[in-house]
């Protein structure tokens, strides 16, 4: 009976279902992350001029070990630095989200916002970038309990402090007691300042123009972006938070079992899965028939019987009676005349001299009777058996 599918069908069919299954399991691991990294905002994944994307990708080449963080990103941080670039802070939800991201990394540093772009749609490019309001930058700082801090925005300045020296087009200064500056105006408004506070470090740079997309086109920028962050994260990841701009993602046990270096187990797990329904696999079709109780043929009557006398110490009986049956069998070939047994055995003995024979009757029947285990009476029935074709066959036979 033939299947309802040819062999090259069914090949078809199984190739469909195995890359829909692979699909729909990439598009669950990483479909979030397909469609999140286009964007012309103020991020990471960003390549507009406001973007951040230049700072991942400058860190990347100069070796320094940099996760663009979507959850638990303080967790990631705690033996590096923690960078909040940009944070959008427009309600109470975000600016508590932002204080608890803040509160709970050792090292963190916070670049204050200062542009907005609009783009079209689909776009990876802004048509324009405009100056946020000064509220919304205020908001920031009171999230960071830098109730006094002021910002101000300068002419274009070269701001230099020790090796640090960068270089900014109208720069965006803040002045607060709060914090122990860094690199400041000579008029004293700053540009880096440091706050700590319970272990913990808080650096704000308060113009991102030194290290967005644009401002990392300035030699020095890059320069003093790199000194600063190589160090602040002594050592340790450099940890660029993107769940305050909405690329926030939900812990996932697919995720995490689906990630190095839980992949590892999840494949073998995967594996030894696949052994198990490969060696429990029946084949398609009627159920086979049992095999019959009594199998035809002699090998099953020989076996049957062997078992039989073996369990029945029967054996000896067995080789005596088959030494009989062998005499008679060689006395019937040799058409030997009727004579008393004692006679037989000595006409026997004169024909096995004539024809060239080694087995001597008298010893064969002597090791008939001293047969006294399994072994040795499969070794003298063999002795039996060469006995017989050297009397019928002659010395030469071996048979």
């Not at 200062?114 to 100056?131: F, M, N, P, Q, T």
């Not at 029946?282 to 009557?301: E, H, N, Q, T, W």
């Not at 006398?309 to 040799?334: N, T």
């Not at 058409?335 to 087995?359: C, F, Y």
Request: with cysteine; net charge neutral.
């Amino acid at each position: 009976m033939t299947g309802p599918w040819s062999r090259t069908a069914l090949i078809a069919v199984i190739g469909v279902v195995a890359v829909s299954l692979a699909v729909a399991v990439v598009l669950t691991v990483r479909g979030d992350d397909l469609g999140g990294r286009r964007s012309a905002g103020v991020d990471g994944y960003s390549v507009s001029a406001i973007g951040h994307r230049g700072l991942v990708q400058l860190l990347e080449k100069l070796d320094v070990p940099v996760v663009v963080s979507r959850s638990d990103s303080a967790e990631r941080a705690r033996h590096g630095l923690l960078i909040v670039a940009e944070p959008a802070v427009g309600d109470g939800a975000s600016r508590a989200r932002l204080a608890a991201l803040v509160g709970a990394a050792p090292r963190v540093l916070v670049v204050l916002p200062k542009w907005y772009g609009s783009v079209e749609r689909g776009k990876r490019w802004i048509e324009d970038a405009h100056l946020l309001p000064p509220a919304d930058v205020a908001a920031v700082l009171e999230t960071l309990d830098l109730d006094d801090a002021e910002v101000r925005r300068a002419p274009s300045a070269e701001l230099v402090a020790g090796r640090l020296r960068a270089v900014v087009r109208e720069p965006q200064l803040v002045a607060s007691r709060a914090l122990t500056a860094i690199v400041a105006a000579p008029w004293g408004d700053q540009l880096l300042g440091r706050r700590d506070r319970d272990d913990r470090e808080l650096y704000l740079l308060s113009d991102p123009d030194v290290l967005n997309n644009v401002g990392l086109r300035q030699p020095e920028n890059a320069r003093f972006v790199f000194q600063l962050i190589d160090g602040l994260r002594d050592g340790g990841p450099v940890v660029v938070d993107e769940t305050l701009h909405g690329y926030a993602r939900t812990p996932s046990l697919v995720h995490a079992l689906l990630g190095f270096p839980l992949v590892l187990a999840t494949v073998q797990v995967l594996v030894c899965a696949l052994l198990v329904v490969w060696a429990a696999m029946v084949r398609f079709g009627p159920r086979r028939a049992a095999p019959p109780v009594i199998a035809p043929g002699k090998d099953f009557l020989i076996r049957n019987t062997a078992a039989l006398l073996h369990h029945g110490g029967h054996h000896g009986h067995a080789l005596r009676r088959y030494l009989v049956l062998s005499v008679a069998a060689v006395r019937h070939a040799l058409h030997a005349p009727a004579l008393p047994p004692d006679a037989m055995t000595a006409w026997l003995e004169r024909v096995r001299a004539l024809r060239g024979g080694q087995i001597a009757l008298v010893e064969l029947e002597r090791h008939v009777e001293a047969a006294d285990s399994p072994a040795r009476v499969v070794e003298v029935a063999d002795a039996v058996y060469r006995w017989r074709m050297e009397m019928t066959h002659g010395a030469d036979e071996r048979s």
